[in-house]
């Protein structure tokens, strides 16, 4: 939301929180293309979901069961760790005849730059690291 002009994020509280830094877990939309109508429940796609991150709620669509092609679900996700681009789906983890591959896709994850640790932009574009190398080079000459 913006207050007055400048940009404030909600977060969950962690005791290791630093008001210069923004969070790199953020709420995104995760889509379940071709996942069996039946399955369409929080019940199902918390567990289903547990690798991807914490399971927040599904869009109103995916609750009444009126879009068949795709579950939606927002989840709250670490966008500097990997998120998979598909998961299993089935009865047994060893046998891989009983079940099937589900596919993952995310929708409009935000840019997280590791270096000065803002959401918005990569380490390549970051202005921080620009000034701090620019200004290494001129001291190292």
Same mark, same amino acid.
């Given at each position: 939301?913006?207050?007055?002009?400048?940009?404030?994020?909600?977060?969950?509280?962690?005791?290791?929180?630093?008001?210069?830094?923004?969070?790199?877990?953020?709420?995104?939309?995760?889509?379940?293309?071709?996942?069996?109508?039946?399955?369409?429940?929080?019940?199902?796609?918390?567990?289903?979901?547990? =690798?991807? +991150?914490?399971?927040?709620?599904?869009? @109103?669509?995916? /609750?009444?069961?009126?879009?068949?092609?795709?579950? &939606?679900?927002?989840?709250?996700?670490?966008?500097?760790?990997?998120?998979?681009?598909?998961?299993?789906?089935?009865?047994?983890?060893?046998?891989?005849?009983?079940?099937?591959?589900?596919?993952?896709?995310?929708?409009?994850?935000?840019?997280?730059?590791?270096?000065?640790? =803002?959401? +918005?932009?990569?380490?390549?574009?970051? @202005?921080?690291? /620009?000034?701090?190398?620019?200004?290494?080079?001129? &001291?190292?000459?």
């Amino acid at each position: 939301m913006t207050i007055e002009g400048k940009l404030m994020r909600i977060q969950t509280w962690t005791p290791n929180f630093r008001p210069e830094e923004e969070t790199p877990i953020v709420p995104i939309w995760v889509l379940l293309p071709g996942l069996p109508w039946h399955c369409y429940k929080k019940e199902f796609v918390t567990p289903l979901l547990s =690798h991807v +991150g914490k399971v927040l709620y599904l869009d @109103t669509i995916t /609750i009444q069961k009126t879009r068949g092609s795709m579950a &939606k679900v927002k989840v709250q996700v670490d966008i500097t760790k990997a998120r998979p681009s598909h998961i299993w789906l089935g009865l047994d983890d060893e046998d891989l005849t009983i079940g099937r591959w589900q596919a993952v896709e995310y929708e409009r994850v935000p840019d997280y730059c590791e270096y000065c640790r =803002h959401q +918005g932009h990569m380490i390549q574009e970051c @202005t921080f690291r /620009i000034r701090d190398d620019e200004f290494k080079r001129k &001291k190292d000459i």
